[in-house]
């Protein structure tokens, strides 16, 4: 696996105040994942994905984008234990995923979340499985309202919120388990322009504030140069790396900023790059 830990890893830790990580000590890893998936019995096998390699270091913030089919979901779901790989491994702090496990907080564009409980018992519903106490989850709970700005709303129901809010609960509901990484795809792909901007900003706050190790697919590049530390590009046919750009602008950043821009414009272009 040498070398997925590129420098970028190094450098993000630097700029949160770690020490840089060794490969080994990195919260997530995929190392040489592929994925194809067989024919419907007329033959045309898909290769989805051929060998992807990269990881994401303790504490840093990765986005991964890439033109349509270039296999950002089925990565995903097998990073979150969702789906089988044909080739490779992923490690969760060195040890080798092979199903869905609380060590993740996973956030996908639908909400997914259960109508007839309330904000709170959404958010209370993966401790109900814990060792804490009742009054333990209850502080909990109350804990991840006050990060995400819902506490007013424990009572209310999803669907007198809106989708920027059902998603702040989707976040504070896979944060309240404590997970060592959190997943999302396309999180915010299901909200208005204004709001997505606004999860934005509340996401780095949650991600500032609690140290989380993120991975963060998305297809939009503005919002993948907003977040990440560095940028996973993909390219298609098969789903593959093409290049790790490093995004080391001080944060909070502005759009309008020259080196913003050049960013965007590097990563447009790789994924525009073709086969
Ligand atoms: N269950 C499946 N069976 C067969 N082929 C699949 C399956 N899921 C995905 N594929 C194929 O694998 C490739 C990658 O698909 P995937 O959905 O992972 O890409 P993506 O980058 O997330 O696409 P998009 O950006 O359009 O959502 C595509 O060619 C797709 O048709």
């Keep these: 696996m040498a070398g997925v830990n590129g420098d970028g890893a190094a450098d993000a830790a630097e700029r949160n105040g770690r020490d840089p990580p060794a490969p080994s000590e990195a919260s997530v890893a995929l190392d040489g994942v592929g994925k194809t998936y067989p024919g419907d019995g007329d033959g045309g096998s898909v290769r989805a994905l051929d060998d992807v390699s990269f990881s994401v270091a303790d504490g840093e913030f990765v986005c991964l984008v890439g033109p349509s089919g270039c296999g950002k979901t089925t990565l995903f779901r097998i990073a979150a234990g969702l789906t089988e790989a044909t080739d490779g491994r992923v490690l969760l702090d060195g040890t080798e995923v092979t199903g869905p496990t609380t060590d993740m907080g996973v956030v996908f564009q639908e909400y ?160 525009g790059a073709g086969p």
Aim: aromatic share 6%; no cysteine; charged share 30%.
């Design 112 to 271: 997914h979340l259960f109508p007839w409980l309330t904000v709170a018992e959404n958010v209370g519903f993966g401790l109900e499985r814990s060792d804490r106490s009742p009054a333990e989850r209850e502080a909990r709970v109350d804990e991840m309202l006050d990060l995400v700005g819902l506490t007013e709303f424990r009572d209310a129901y999803p669907k007198s919120l809106s989708g920027g809010m059902k998603q702040r609960v989707a976040i504070a509901r896979s944060l309240a388990v404590d997970p060592d990484l959190l997943l999302m795809d396309e999180p915010f792909g299901a909200v208005d322009a204004q709001t997505r901007e606004m999860l934005q900003r509340e996401l780095l706050d949650v991600w500032e504030s609690t140290g989380k190790t993120i991975l963060f697919v998305t297809h939009d590049v503005a919002e993948a140069v907003t977040l990440a530390d560095r940028i996973v590009v993909m390219a298609a046919d098969p789903g593959r790396v093409r290049e790790i750009v490093d995004v080391d602008i001080e944060r909070p950043r502005d759009r309008g900023d020259a080196a913003f821009a050049e960013r965007v414009g590097r990563v447009r272009e790789l994924i």
